[in-house]
């Protein structure tokens, strides 16, 4: 497979050629006399541009300048501008000496006359050529930007998703089933109220990724039915309190956030005691705060479960991600046998 020749030296390759064929037009419609070595010294002055222009590029990549601050690359643009346009006169003024292809009234002229000519008629070039080169990379790297900004979010919505999804833990699903199939005799009523509670669960976890908060009021109806479903399965083994003030039901609050509190709080809390234990759900206003807390009984052993590791860790993003960095969440051992998840959220005083 043949190699493409990259942008830059297909540009180098057409713009010098462009600029021998301008000045041979120019030459050929404009000219007033002929210029002994007019084609010669052209070609060797768009040769040693070539040359001179990619040294300059050289430099540019070796300090990387095109990465540095649009306010200070233009400083730099000047300067190097005017650092390669000496170079070039310099060089050129050299080089007509040394092929003899100056005119009669150029060799009276001293050399650093000579020099400052040339470079007076070619800085215009080269500021040009470093307008494009700088401008070509500062939109690369934009739109780059713009890429990597819409590959991060496809990612975050798509993790974010993935975490939705995960909120439901399987188990729980298959154990609300065995006990609503168990039901189904025994107790129809309370069998049918269980399918309901489940549904209830289910689609909320499914449009959730639709919306950044729901009222409070909502989440905890689901929380509600979480616990229904799992006193079916632990019975006297568990024991459910709220303490709600009743005007947090219409605050903000992330779908799904709190169950997932509850959820760890049943899995890894009253699960593992061989005699259950208390859940409590405490709704409040705390200072410019509304705070929810999950109590239960159990230990934390002085650290996260690392099964369920990435869904505590991600409540306090996403709350700081939705309410800022005042939003705070932390879960803590607060009594012999009780652990604690907090979570704050500021209030948006009217």
């Known amino acids: 497979m043949k190699k493409r020749i990259s942008y830059y030296w297909l540009c180098q390759i057409i713009g010098w050629s462009a600029y021998i064929v301008l000045f041979i037009f120019f030459y050929l419609t404009l000219r007033t006399r002929i210029q002994p070595s007019f084609y010669q010294m052209l ?11 990619h040294i300059m590029r050289a430099f540019i990549q070796k300090y990387k300048l095109v990465d540095k601050p649009v306010n200070e690359q233009v400083i730099y643009i000047i300067l190097i501008s005017i650092i390669f346009t000496l170079i070039y006169g310099t060089t050129t003024a050299k080089l007509e000496e040394w092929l003899e292809f100056e005119s ?8 650093v006359n000579k020099m400052i000519r040339i470079s007076l008629g070619y800085f215009f070039i080269i500021i040009v050529w470093n307008l494009i ?4 990379h500062y939109i690369v790297k934009t739109r780059q930007a713009q890429l990597d900004k819409i590959r991060l979010e496809s990612l975050v919505k798509e993790l974010e998703l993935k975490t939705i999804k995960a909120h439901i833990n399987p188990h729980f699903i298959f154990n609300a089933l065995n006990s609503i199939r168990a039901l189904i005799d025994e107790n129809p009523n ?9 549904s209830n669960i ?25 616990l229904a479903l799992e ?43 061989i005699g259950g234990g208390l859940v409590r759900v405490i709704s409040d206003f705390k200072e410019n705060f509304h705070e929810l ?29 939705l309410f800022g960095e005042k939003a705070n969440f932390e879960i803590k051992q607060v009594g012999s046998d009780l652990v604690e998840a907090r979570i704050l959220i500021p209030v948006e005083i009217k």
């Open 133 to 136: 080169y700088f401008a070509y």
């Open 190 to 198: 309370r069998a049918r109220n269980a399918i309901t509670e489940l």
């Open 293 to 321: 807390v999950v109590l239960n009984t159990g230990y934390l052993n002085g650290h996260v479960q690392d099964g369920d590791g990435f869904g505590l860790f991600s409540t306090k993003n996403r709350l700081q991600l």
């Open 43 to 53: 070609v060797s002055e768009a040769s040693l541009g070539f040359i001179i222009t």
């Open 202 to 226: 289910l689609r909320s976890s499914m449009q959730a990724e639709k919306v950044e908060t729901v009222p409070f009021e909502k989440e905890l109806g689901i929380v509600k039915d979480y």
């Open 104 to 111: 009669e009234k150029q060799r009276q002229l001293t050399f």
């Open 231 to 273: 006193y079916i399965r632990f019975e006297d083994r568990l024991k459910i309190e709220y303490q709600i003030d009743e005007d947090t039901l219409d605050q903000p609050v992330p779908p799904m956030m709190l169950q997932t509190l509850v959820e760890n709080a049943i899995k890894h809390g009253i699960g593992k005691q």
